[in-house]
């Protein structure tokens, strides 16, 4: 794939897919600042798996909810790079629980990472991207966005106003020419779901036309291809990786 942009920050990417993300973007010769809050040691790691490699890679710490760090830190990639050509906003957690159970504070604070801080993000690149005339956004998203599901009342939500939240960048957007798009995994293969009984995997998979689990490089390859100039004309998109789950 090409890209015209030079680098790209992704919000928590420490682990995860966020990794899977980094290394697959630098693959491709971006220069990748490697997002984290609070494991400096596995962003390290991910950057010297990236060098070795011969990609490009930085590491820059901060809290995606701390709206002045943010800020700051898309200051400093710009004032180091020049630009930021895409961001991919990853960073995200979950607390599920019955909504009869669940606190304001557990529904806010939820809210708060994944959808707060994507906010934050996509305005500031926005920003950013907007004295180039050049630039995209890829939100992370989820499946739940789109159906719901018991006991993720506040995830549901927080995926679910990315969605939309998407939708509206891309149509302030597209008039200085930058690209706002979200993706939508279903069950993905992470160490949490490998530590699943048997049972509750087929149980799942069951539920999946593929009848199999994807997998953090399904999820980074899609982020590639719609930061990619093969998808300079769509914006305001949502691309589900969920193996047929959602239609």
Same mark, same amino acid.
């Given at each position: ?53 011969? #990609?490009?890679?930085?590491?820059? @710490?901060?809290?995606? =909810? ?24 990853? =960073? ?42 050049? #630039? ?8 739940? #966005?789109?159906? #719901?599901?018991? @006991? ?7 995926? @679910? ?60 390859? =899609? ?25």
């Amino acid at each position: 794939m090409k890209f015209s942009g030079k680098n790209v920050l992704i919000t928590g990417a420490a682990s995860g897919i966020g990794k899977e993300i980094a290394v697959t973007l630098a693959s491709y010769g971006l220069k990748v600042w490697i997002n984290y809050r609070s494991r400096p040691e596995s962003a390290d790691a991910i950057k010297a798996e990236i060098e070795a490699n011969g #990609g490009i890679a930085a590491v820059i @710490g901060f809290d995606v =909810a701390d709206e002045e760090a943010f800020v700051e830190g898309i200051k400093t990639i710009v004032d180091s790079d020049g630009e930021l050509s895409y961001l991919v906003n990853n =960073a995200g957690i979950t607390n599920d629980k019955l909504a009869i159970r669940m606190k304001k504070e557990d529904f806010t604070s939820v809210i708060d990472i994944n959808l707060t801080s994507a906010f934050i993000g996509c305005r500031e690149a926005l920003k950013a991207m907007s004295k180039k005339r050049f #630039g995209c956004v890829v939100n992370i998203a989820s499946i739940v #966005g789109e159906t #719901g599901n018991a @006991g993720q009342v506040n995830y549901s939500a927080s995926k @679910g106003g990315l969605i939309a939240m998407t939708k509206s960048f891309a149509q302030e957007g597209s008039a200085r020419d930058v690209r706002f798009n979200a993706v939508t995994p279903g069950f993905i293969a992470t160490e949490m779901t490998d530590k699943l009984s048997d049972e509750i995997k087929e149980s799942y998979t069951s539920k999946i036309p593929l009848k199999r689990f994807g997998s953090p490089k399904d999820i980074a390859e =899609a982020v590639a291809f719609l930061l990619s100039d093969s998808a300079s004309y769509i914006t305001g998109e949502v691309l589900k990786v969920n193996g047929g789950m959602y239609m």
